[in-house]
């Protein structure tokens, strides 16, 4: 078991996050906004830049956050730079040994034919596991943000779909919380961790801790354990049972990445980041 998180909350460049990791007494960093980019599209200099702060700092990419099929990348366009991303981004992943990328399923705004996306959703995402197949790397599907984040039955279709060793699940304990259940008829209702888990917690090989809770139609991030998604439980029932993988935290509580008009102070962000995973590393103590 080890721990790792987007450092990228801790701070915008890359020393920053390697701070934040060290203070932390960790070693990895799950790697996601890279010098105004990410380890897919930055320029050949500036990769050799991160090459050697990492090894200098002896610290390790242990997965590429990538953009590839997130919500940025709506499945009523194509899908040609997901492709794209994943090509770029697997020789610089060989070179330091990241094993992993994270990859969303193709947001579908079209809630009311949700299901007409099945196939389609399903086509690209093979696509994307023969690419990582190839280069020897795996996709980590994250609960967020595409159709197979839909609910856990669609979770459960995409990988019988697709049916590739290259394509695993990372389980993030927090998205349910803030994720319709598009199942039935509207209005829908919000998803359950806990039951999101038990249902796929055979196919998770790596595990983003996120926790938060719903004030109306507010998103409330919360530390570890103090929101509704089930953080204590999750992660008792995965050692219980002798997972092995990592922990990334993502706490959004001081920074969220996809909304710009999250913003905090630099040293607001770096402590929170600190704290966060302190307290998650205590939870994971008591366990």
């Known amino acids: 078991m080890y721990y790792t998180g987007f450092a990228d909350e801790a701070g915008a460049d890359l020393d920053t996050q390697i701070r934040a990791t060290k203070k932390l007494g960790w070693k990895y960093i799950e790697t996601r906004a890279l010098m105004g980019s990410n380890l897919a599209f930055i320029s050949d200099a500036q990769f050799e830049e991160v090459c050697g702060k990492l090894d200098e700092a002896n610290v390790e990419f242990n997965c590429f956050g990538s953009g590839v099929a997130n919500w940025a990348k709506s499945i ?19 070179k ?15 809630l009311n034919n949700y299901e007409s996306y099945a196939d389609e959703a399903f086509k690209r995402l093979k696509t994307i596991a023969e690419i990582a197949a190839d280069g020897g790397i ?28 290259a394509l695993k699940l990372v389980f993030d304990t927090g998205n349910p919380v803030f994720h319709d259940d598009i199942r039935g008829v509207p209005p829908y209702k919000k998803q359950n961790s806990w039951e999101f888990y038990n249902a796929v917690k055979e196919h998770i090989v790596y595990v983003h801790i ?19 998604g089930y953080v204590k439980e999750i992660i008792a029932d ?7 993988g990592g922990f990334s935290i993502e706490p959004h509580m001081a920074v969220v990445f996809h909304d710009k008009s999250v913003q905090s102070e630099a040293d607001i962000q770096y402590n929170n980041y600190i704290e966060y995973g302190k307290r998650f590393m205590k939870i994971v103590d008591e366990m």
């Open 238 to 244: 995965l050692l219980k049972n002798g997972y092995d």
């Open 96 to 110: 330091l040994g990241i094993k992993f990328i994270r990859i969303m399923s193709f947001p579908v705004k079209d």
């Open 138 to 165: 795996t996709c980590v599907l994250e609960n967020c943000s595409g159709w197979a984040a839909g609910s856990y039955e669609h979770t459960l279709r995409t990988l019988e779909a697709v049916n590739s060793p």
């Open 76 to 94: 009523d366009d194509p899908p040609d730079d997901s492709y794209d991303e994943i090509r770029r981004a697997i020789p610089r992943m060989q």
């Open 210 to 228: 996120k926790d938060g809770y719903m004030d109306g139609d507010k998103e409330v991030f919360t530390f570890p354990g103090e929101g509704k």
